[in-house]
C-alpha cells in the first residue's frame, strides 16, 4: 500500500496510549492524528480530524466504545473502526460488530498482531469497498432529488443550481439539472444558457429511444452539470404528460450520478410525478407567515401522499437567528423536523443572480455562509 492511513488512538488510559502510538510508529504506512480519551471526544476527533482508522477501546467513561464505533460507523462510513477489548466475549464482541466495528482484538497484544490485525483489516475494507465501487458502476442508478416550495420566493431555484453545482465538484459526480417549473422556469437564467432546445422540443420528436438521442435536447453548461431546460412558453407545458417524464427519468437514471429537479410551487401532474418518483424532497421555507402558512399546507398534501420524513426534507432558507419566529416555534407550528438551515446571506445570492454567475464561481463570494451552508448540505445528503 502506497497511500499513508491516518489512525485516531481512543482509550481512557495515558499508558496504553502511549505504548499503541509507539508501536504505530513502526509501520511505515500508518501515522496516528490524534488521541481521545473517551467516546464522545473520539466522535468529535473523528469529525474534526477524519481519520481512517479509529482504534476504539470499549470500557470508557462519558461514552463507551460500542457507542461511539455506533455513531462513528453510521455518520463516517469510510472510518474503519478496529476494537480493543480486554474482553475475550463471544456475545461481546458480536455487539461490537454490530455496531460497525470491522476488526477486534484483544489486549495486551503483541506488535506482530497488532500490526497484521490493523493491516488485513485495511487491505479487506478497501477491497470490500472498490467491489462495491464497481458493482454500483454496473448498476448505475441516479439518485433523484426535488426541491420544491409552497410558496414562491423562497429561493429554491438557486439553491437547487448551487446544490447541484457542489455534487457535480463531489468525486467528480455526474449531474443533470431538470427545470421541473414547465411554466415560469427559471434554471436557462441561472446558468446562463438560452434555451436552443428544452424539454418541449423532445417530447415534440419523442426522442426517448435512447440516450444517445435525448442527449440532443440536454444542455451543457460551463458549470460541470448538464440541464434540461423548461418550455420556452408557458402554454407549451401541458404538453409534456406524467408519461415523457417517467420515460426522461428512465432512460437519465442510467447516465447520471444525481438528477436535481428544480420544481414549481403548484401541484399539478407534472410537479406530482416528479415528487411520486423522487428518493429525496427538499421542501424549501422562509420564516414568515405566508411562507409558514404555505409550508404547513404543503407538508399535509406529502403526507397524504404517504411520504415519509426519510424522504421529505423541511429546508429553511435565509435563516435568521433574530427572527421573531424560531427554529423552535416553526417546528411546533409545522409538526415537523427541520432538517437543515440555510443562513441569511442576500447580497450575496442577489448579486450572483443579477451578475449571472454561481456563488462559487465569483472569487468574492467565497467562503460566504451561503456556500458553507451548500457544502455541508451535499455532506450530509451523499
Given at each position: 500500500m502506497d497511500k499513508k492511513f491516518k489512525i485516531l488512538v481512543v482509550d481512557d488510559n495515558d499508558m496504553t496510549?502511549?505504548?499503541?502510538?509507539?508501536?504505530?510508529?513502526?509501520?511505515?504506512?500508518?501515522?496516528?492524528?490524534?488521541?481521545?480519551?473517551?467516546?464522545?471526544?473520539a466522535i468529535k476527533k473523528t469529525e474534526k480530524l477524519s481519520p481512517d482508522v479509529v482504534l476504539m477501546d470499549i470500557n470508557m467513561p462519558v461514552m463507551d466504545g460500542l457507542q461511539a464505533t455506533e455513531e462513528i460507523s453510521k455518520n463516517y462510513p469510510h472510518v474503519v473502526v478496529i476494537i480493543m477489548s480486554v474482553q475475550d466475549d463471544s456475545d461481546y464482541l458480536k455487539k461490537a460488530m454490530l455496531?460497525?466495528?470491522?476488526?477486534?482484538?484483544?489486549?495486551?497484544?503483541?506488535?506482530?498482531?497488532?500490526?497484521?490485525?490493523?493491516?488485513?483489516?485495511?487491505?479487506?475494507?478497501?477491497?470490500?469497498k472498490s467491489k462495491i465501487s464497481i458493482v454500483n458502476k454496473e448498476k448505475k442508478s441516479a439518485e433523484i432529488i426535488s426541491v420544491f416550495s409552497a410558496k414562491g420566493g423562497t429561493g429554491k431555484?438557486?439553491?437547487?443550481?448551487?446544490?447541484?453545482?457542489k455534487l457535480s465538484k463531489k468525486e467528480g459526480n455526474k449531474v443533470l439539472l431538470i427545470d421541473g417549473d414547465f411554466l415560469f422556469g427559471d434554471v436557462g437564467v441561472l446558468v446562463d444558457e438560452k434555451p436552443i432546445k428544452t424539454i418541449e422540443n423532445l417530447v415534440d420528436d419523442m426522442a426517448f429511444e435512447s440516450y444517445a438521442i435525448m442527449k440532443e435536447y440536454i444542455t451543457e453548461t460551463s458549470y460541470n452539470i448538464d440541464t434540461l431546460l423548461a418550455p420556452k412558453r408557458p402554454e407549451n407545458a401541458e404538453k409534456i404528460t406524467k408519461t415523457n417524464i417517467e420515460e426522461i427519468l428512465k432512460i437519465t437514471k442510467k447516465e447520471y450520478d444525481y438528477i436535481i429537479i428544480d420544481l414549481g410551487t403548484n401541484y399539478n401532474n407534472s410537479t406530482l410525478t416528479f415528487l411520486d418518483l423522487s428518493?429525496?424532497?427538499?421542501?424549501?421555507?422562509?420564516?414568515?407567515?405566508?411562507?409558514?402558512?404555505?409550508?404547513?399546507?404543503?407538508?399535509?398534501?406529502?403526507?397524504?401522499?404517504?411520504?415519509?420524513?426519510?424522504?421529505?426534507?423541511?429546508?429553511?432558507?435565509?435563516?435568521?437567528?433574530?427572527?421573531?419566529?424560531?427554529?423552535?416555534?416553526?417546528?411546533?407550528?409545522?409538526?415537523?423536523?427541520?432538517?437543515?438551515?440555510?443562513?441569511?446571506?442576500?447580497?450575496?445570492?442577489?448579486?450572483?443572480?443579477?451578475?449571472?454567475?454561481?456563488?462559487?464561481?465569483?472569487k468574492s463570494f467565497r467562503k460566504s455562509k451561503f456556500e458553507k451552508a451548500i457544502m455541508d448540505l451535499v455532506a450530509i445528503c451523499v
Open positions: 496510549r502511549e505504548s499503541i502510538i509507539k508501536i504505530i510508529s513502526m509501520i511505515d504506512n500508518f501515522q496516528v492524528i490524534g488521541e481521545a480519551v473517551d467516546g464522545v471526544d455496531s460497525g466495528a470491522k476488526e477486534y482484538i484483544f489486549k495486551p497484544f503483541s506488535t506482530d498482531d497488532f500490526v497484521n490485525t490493523v493491516l488485513k483489516t485495511v487491505e479487506k475494507d478497501l477491497e470490500r431555484s438557486v439553491l437547487a443550481f448551487n446544490f447541484a453545482l428518493d429525496q424532497i427538499f421542501m424549501i421555507t422562509l420564516m414568515d407567515l405566508m411562507s409558514i402558512k404555505n409550508t404547513k399546507i404543503g407538508i399535509d398534501v406529502m403526507k397524504s401522499l404517504d411520504y415519509d420524513t426519510d424522504k421529505l426534507k423541511l429546508i429553511v432558507n435565509q435563516y435568521n437567528k433574530k427572527n421573531n419566529i424560531s427554529a423552535t416555534k416553526l417546528k411546533k407550528y409545522l409538526n415537523y423536523e427541520v432538517y437543515f438551515k440555510v443562513p441569511e446571506d442576500r447580497k450575496i445570492i442577489n448579486d450572483s443572480i443579477n451578475i449571472g454567475i454561481p456563488v462559487s464561481k465569483v
